[in-house]
């Protein structure tokens, strides 16, 4: 579950700096606004699938602390990318159960 959440992590992290760096100075500067339409589709649905992967890991796999601030990450700018550093380091891991 992991790899899938940072890889669209990543595809999400880097849809919003194309939507705010590329997208935005074409419509605003060159008048061209087909590209935020694009692009901002393809962002808001990544949102989406970031988002829903947290809601079906917790409780599975991070604790509900992971929701919270990966929600957060997903609304701050490059904050999937600092947020799968935590989530790696298993700050968010839920306790194995112990056998005896």
Do not use: C, N, Q
């Given at each position: ?49 970031y988002v829903g992967l ?9 604790t509900i602390t992971a ?34």
């Open positions: 579950m992991k790899p899938l959440l940072a890889f669209v992590g990543y595809l999400e992290g880097f849809s919003f700096l194309i939507l705010m760096f590329y997208a935005m100075p074409m419509k605003y500067f060159a008048g061209e606004p087909e590209m935020v339409s694009l692009f901002g589709a393809v962002h808001g649905g990544l949102f989406t699938v947290l809601f079906i890991g917790v409780g599975r796999h991070w929701l919270i601030h990966g929600f957060i990450a997903a609304v701050v700018p490059a904050g999937p990318f600092l947020f799968e550093g935590m989530l790696i380091s298993g700050e968010y891991d839920l306790d194995a159960p112990s056998v005896d």
